[in-house]
Nanobody
């Protein structure tokens, strides 16, 4: 069955860095676009970044220039390198598999999430 397992979260000071990983299994990883989505306490899900099957990436304005998403199709792993972290980046970070209905992006599988806390 499809499984997505995030890791790499933790507590970091403002300005610090973390690298999140998402190990995928149970499907042909290279055939799917993927996203990172975060959810802060008391707020709704917030899309962070996405990567196409050809490796093209795109980012929310709030993280552009600070976060870098990548994928290793040989290892079936998705990454999110987060630099210059801010307290407002504090959230539970999920990786999710994308699918499209017409021109609408949806997600059919999610990981369990990894907590990122940015605080001094």
């Amino acid at each position: 069955q499809v499984q997505l397992l995030e890791s790499g979260g933790g507590l970091v000071q403002p300005g610090g860095s973390l690298r999140l990983s998402c190990a995928a299994s149970g499907f042909t990883f290279s055939n799917y676009a993927m996203s990172w989505v975060r959810q802060a306490p008391g707020k709704g899900p917030d899309w962070v970044s996405g990567i196409k099957t050809d490796g093209r990436t795109y980012y929310a304005d709030s993280v552009k220039g600070r976060f870098t998403m990548s994928r290793d199709n040989a290892k079936n792993i998705l990454y999110l390198q987060m630099n210059s972290l801010k307290p407002e980046d504090t959230a539970l970070y999920y990786c999710a598999r994308e699918f499209w209905i017409a021109d609408t992006k949806e997600y059919d599988y999610w990981g369990q999430g990894t907590q990122v806390t940015v605080s001094s």
